[in-house]
């Protein structure tokens, strides 16, 4: 008598998960193109520029211009329209965010970030930006 309570107990269990997991997965709708609405968000959001003390000299520069005032990226990396660019001195690492500030406009740096090479913590942006820019001209 035990025995059937077990199995009993066990299907009630089994046909209980197999119930839940099917309806709960889905969402059913009478009419499938209502769940398919057009996006109300805007084609483009121009990016807010963020950054901390010391970024003025960059924030609104275009690629080829970082490039040429703090030499070859050690990181040029592009995701649809924005782009990142890294360059680092021995003791810091120097990391610039482009983004296209108006409809069909080329990135420009939008988002400035700096941390210490070794551990990757805090550094004074001033003085990154500035080791950063001497190990590019060789100094």
Do not use: W
Request: charged letters at 15%; aromatic letters at 6%; a neutral charge.
């Amino acid at each position: 008598m035990r025995r059937i309570g077990l199995l009993a107990l066990l299907a009630m269990a089994t046909s209980a998960c197999a119930g839940g997991a099917a309806s709960g997965n889905y969402i059913r709708t009478s009419n499938p193109q209502a769940t398919a609405q057009p996006s109300s968000a805007p084609a483009y959001r121009a990016p807010t520029a963020r950054s901390g003390p010391g970024a003025d000299s960059i924030l609104g520069q275009s690629a080829p211009f970082l490039v040429s005032r703090f030499g070859a990226a050690r990181i040029d990396m592009a995701e649809g329209d924005a782009r990142k660019l890294q360059f680092a001195s021995e003791s810091c690492v120097l990391d610039i965010y482009l983004y296209p500030v108006g409809a069909g406009n080329a990135p420009v740096a939008t988002h400035v970030a700096t941390r210490l090479r070794q551990g990757g913590g805090e550094t004074d942006n001033d003085r990154c930006i500035a080791d950063v820019e001497s190990a590019a001209s060789g100094g």
